[in-house]
Protein backbone atom coordinates (compact mmCIF):
# COMPACT_ATOMS: atom_id res chain seq x y z
CA UNK A 1 0.00 0.00 0.00
CA UNK A 2 1.73 3.07 -1.16
CA UNK A 3 0.54 6.15 0.96
CA UNK A 4 1.85 8.87 -1.11
CA UNK A 5 1.56 12.46 0.43
CA UNK A 6 -0.21 15.33 -1.95
CA UNK A 7 -0.01 19.27 -0.72
CA UNK A 8 -3.44 20.99 -0.84
CA UNK A 9 -3.60 24.56 0.70
CA UNK A 10 -6.22 27.63 0.75
CA UNK A 11 -5.45 30.58 -1.00
CA UNK A 12 -5.67 34.23 0.80
CA UNK A 13 -8.73 35.87 1.16
CA UNK A 14 -9.27 39.65 0.43
CA UNK A 15 -10.01 39.83 4.51
CA UNK A 16 -5.75 39.03 4.81
CA UNK A 17 -6.49 35.70 6.43
CA UNK A 18 -2.97 34.08 5.85
CA UNK A 19 -2.40 30.96 3.80
CA UNK A 20 -2.45 27.52 5.58
CA UNK A 21 -1.52 24.07 4.13
CA UNK A 22 -1.77 20.82 4.99
CA UNK A 23 -1.03 17.13 3.16
CA UNK A 24 -3.59 14.25 2.91
CA UNK A 25 -2.67 10.74 1.78
CA UNK A 26 -3.96 8.31 -0.56
CA UNK A 27 -5.01 5.59 1.64
CA UNK A 28 -6.91 3.57 -1.22
CA UNK A 29 -7.86 0.04 -0.15
CA UNK A 30 -6.70 0.45 3.49
CA UNK A 31 -10.61 0.60 4.85
CA UNK A 32 -9.91 3.98 6.36
CA UNK A 33 -13.06 7.29 5.93
CA UNK A 34 -11.86 10.02 3.68
CA UNK A 35 -12.32 12.55 6.96
CA UNK A 36 -9.33 10.48 8.59
CA UNK A 37 -7.61 9.92 5.10
CA UNK A 38 -7.46 13.93 4.77
CA UNK A 39 -6.87 14.74 7.92
CA UNK A 40 -2.82 16.51 8.38
CA UNK A 41 -0.13 13.51 8.77
CA UNK A 42 1.51 14.22 12.50
CA UNK A 43 5.38 15.20 11.85
CA UNK A 44 8.31 13.03 12.90
CA UNK A 45 9.53 13.84 16.67
CA UNK A 46 12.18 16.38 17.11
CA UNK A 47 10.81 17.96 13.64
CA UNK A 48 9.92 21.44 13.18
CA UNK A 49 6.10 22.36 12.42
CA UNK A 50 5.13 23.84 9.06
CA UNK A 51 5.57 27.78 8.66
CA UNK A 52 2.94 29.76 10.64
CA UNK A 53 1.86 26.96 13.01
CA UNK A 54 3.44 27.89 15.93
CA UNK A 55 6.08 26.28 17.37
CA UNK A 56 7.44 22.76 17.75
CA UNK A 57 6.26 19.28 19.35
CA UNK A 58 9.11 17.35 21.10
CA UNK A 59 8.54 13.56 22.45
CA UNK A 60 11.10 13.07 25.22
CA UNK A 61 12.65 9.55 25.02
CA UNK A 62 11.57 8.66 28.26
CA UNK A 63 7.76 8.95 26.84
CA UNK A 64 8.55 6.81 24.24
CA UNK A 65 9.97 4.08 26.23
CA UNK A 66 7.10 3.99 28.39
CA UNK A 67 5.21 3.66 24.98
CA UNK A 68 7.15 0.87 24.72
CA UNK A 69 7.10 -0.94 28.10
CA UNK A 70 3.28 -0.34 28.20
CA UNK A 71 2.76 -2.59 24.59
CA UNK A 72 5.17 -4.77 25.73
CA UNK A 73 3.43 -5.46 28.66
CA UNK A 74 0.30 -6.20 27.22
CA UNK A 75 1.44 -8.88 24.64
CA UNK A 76 0.24 -12.25 25.89
CA UNK A 77 3.30 -14.90 27.49
CA UNK A 78 5.09 -11.75 28.76
CA UNK A 79 5.48 -11.95 32.75
CA UNK A 80 7.09 -8.87 32.68
CA UNK A 81 10.28 -6.77 31.78
CA UNK A 82 13.52 -6.81 33.01
CA UNK A 83 16.31 -8.59 34.22
CA UNK A 84 17.22 -9.63 37.44
CA UNK A 85 18.10 -6.70 39.05
CA UNK A 86 15.91 -4.83 37.61
CA UNK A 87 12.89 -6.89 38.62
CA UNK A 88 14.13 -7.04 42.15
CA UNK A 89 13.81 -2.58 42.14
CA UNK A 90 10.52 -3.75 40.61
CA UNK A 91 9.32 -5.65 43.06
CA UNK A 92 10.04 -3.15 46.06
CA UNK A 93 8.38 -0.37 43.86
CA UNK A 94 5.57 -2.85 43.57
CA UNK A 95 5.45 -3.27 47.02
CA UNK A 96 4.76 0.52 47.12
CA UNK A 97 2.77 0.76 44.47
CA UNK A 98 4.68 2.61 42.22
CA UNK A 99 5.83 0.63 38.69
CA UNK A 100 8.14 2.05 36.54
CA UNK A 101 6.81 1.28 33.17
CA UNK A 102 9.98 2.27 31.43
CA UNK A 103 12.11 -0.98 33.52
CA UNK A 104 13.65 -3.11 31.03
CA UNK A 105 13.06 -0.95 27.71
CA UNK A 106 16.05 1.09 25.89
CA UNK A 107 15.20 3.32 23.20
CA UNK A 108 17.67 5.29 20.49
CA UNK A 109 15.99 8.72 19.04
CA UNK A 110 16.67 10.08 15.81
CA UNK A 111 15.03 12.56 13.66
CA UNK A 112 12.28 10.39 12.44
CA UNK A 113 13.65 6.61 13.46
CA UNK A 114 13.59 4.66 16.97
CA UNK A 115 15.40 1.62 17.90
CA UNK A 116 14.23 0.13 20.27
CA UNK A 117 15.71 -2.83 22.98
CA UNK A 118 13.56 -4.60 25.47
CA UNK A 119 14.55 -6.82 27.71
CA UNK A 120 11.74 -9.57 28.63
CA UNK A 121 10.25 -12.49 31.08
CA UNK A 122 8.08 -15.07 29.65
CA UNK A 123 5.29 -17.38 30.95
CA UNK A 124 6.13 -21.02 30.80
CA UNK A 125 5.04 -22.22 28.44
CA UNK A 126 5.06 -20.43 25.82
CA UNK A 127 6.62 -20.35 22.04
CA UNK A 128 9.72 -17.37 23.05
CA UNK A 129 10.14 -16.95 19.48
CA UNK A 130 6.33 -16.27 19.59
CA UNK A 131 6.40 -13.92 21.97
CA UNK A 132 9.15 -12.19 21.17
CA UNK A 133 7.77 -11.78 17.23
CA UNK A 134 4.55 -10.47 19.18
CA UNK A 135 6.25 -8.04 21.39
CA UNK A 136 8.36 -6.64 18.40
CA UNK A 137 4.86 -6.04 16.64
CA UNK A 138 3.02 -4.68 19.45
CA UNK A 139 5.77 -2.27 20.49
CA UNK A 140 6.08 -0.79 16.12
CA UNK A 141 2.61 -0.28 16.22
CA UNK A 142 2.79 1.77 18.94
CA UNK A 143 5.41 3.85 18.74
CA UNK A 144 4.25 4.50 14.54
CA UNK A 145 0.70 4.84 15.40
CA UNK A 146 0.74 6.98 18.51
CA UNK A 147 4.62 9.00 17.95
CA UNK A 148 4.44 9.16 14.51
CA UNK A 149 8.02 7.88 13.75
CA UNK A 150 9.56 5.18 11.95
CA UNK A 151 10.58 2.07 13.80
CA UNK A 152 13.73 0.57 12.76
CA UNK A 153 14.29 -2.26 14.68
CA UNK A 154 13.29 -3.98 18.42
CA UNK A 155 15.74 -6.21 19.67
CA UNK A 156 14.02 -9.02 22.19
CA UNK A 157 15.99 -10.31 24.86
CA UNK A 158 14.24 -13.17 26.96
CA UNK A 159 16.12 -12.70 30.02
CA UNK A 160 13.93 -15.55 32.26
CA UNK A 161 11.35 -18.22 32.21
CA UNK A 162 8.58 -17.41 34.70
CA UNK A 163 7.10 -20.97 36.07
CA UNK A 164 3.82 -21.79 37.96
CA UNK A 165 5.13 -22.61 40.56
CA UNK A 166 7.20 -19.38 41.19
CA UNK A 167 4.06 -17.77 42.32
CA UNK A 168 3.26 -20.39 44.98
CA UNK A 169 4.81 -18.81 47.86
CA UNK A 170 6.83 -20.48 50.60
CA UNK A 171 4.04 -23.79 50.97
CA UNK A 172 6.43 -26.40 51.04
CA UNK A 173 7.44 -27.37 54.73
CA UNK A 174 11.06 -27.48 55.54
CA UNK A 175 13.01 -30.07 56.80
CA UNK A 176 13.39 -28.31 60.39
CA UNK A 177 10.30 -26.62 61.94
Same mark, same amino acid.
Given at each position: ?25 ? /?? %?? *?? &?? $?? #???? +???? @? =? ?30 ? /?? %?? *?? &?? $?? #???? +???? @? =? ?44 ? +? ?34
Amino acid at each position: MANTPTPSSSSSSSSGRSRSSSVSVD /VA %GS *GI &GS $AA #ASAP +IAEP @L =NSASSAGSGGKTVVNDAVIAKMAGIAAREVAG /VY %GL *GG &GA $AR #ALGA +IRGA @L =NNTDLTQGISVEVGESQVAVDVSIVAEYPVPLQRVADNVRSAITTA +IETLVGMEVTEVNVTVNDVHLPSDDSSAETEGRVQ
